[in-house]
């Protein structure tokens, strides 16, 4: 059983930046690829990065491309996404995921969910 906590959102102008962190609560941590999804009111979840288990390779969303980066600390047990010039459709509830296999941009086939974190961008 793997238990993801995020944190790190918040409220942030048009332009700023935030740090997103997921934690994991897993001895194994370093076999698991991890990835960002986002929803937004009214829209269904959408993926945003991902990264493999070492930390090698890494996968964006077109929206996202350029802005946000996703990184790893398997000594940390954690995940993190760096978000840059952030847009009001940027806003959304954050979720970090773990998959015991490869990466992948489906939501359905991640193993492990957050509970989401709230980031809200203003214009």
């Known amino acids: 059983q793997v238990q993801l906590v995020e944190s790190g959102g918040g409220l942030v102008q048009a332009g700023g930046s935030l740090r997103l962190s997921c934690a994991a609560s897993?001895?194994?941590?370093?076999?698991?690829?991890m990835g960002w999804f986002r929803q937004a009111p009214g829209k269904e979840r959408e993926f945003v990065a991902a990264?493999?288990?070492?930390?090698?390779?890494?996968y964006y969303a077109d929206s996202v491309k350029g802005r946000f980066t996703i990184s790893r600390d398997n000594a940390k047990n954690t995940a993190y996404l760096q978000m840059n010039s952030l847009k009001p459709e940027d806003t959304a509830v954050y979720y970090c995921?773990?998959?015991?296999?490869?990466?992948?941009?489906?939501?359905?086939?991640?193993?492990?969910w957050g509970q989401g974190t709230q980031v809200t961008v203003s214009s």
């Open positions: 995921a773990a998959r015991g296999d490869s990466w992948t941009i489906v939501t359905a086939m991640y193993d492990y």
């Open positions: 897993v001895r194994t941590f370093s076999r698991y690829a």
């Open positions: 990264i493999t288990w070492s930390g090698g390779n890494t």
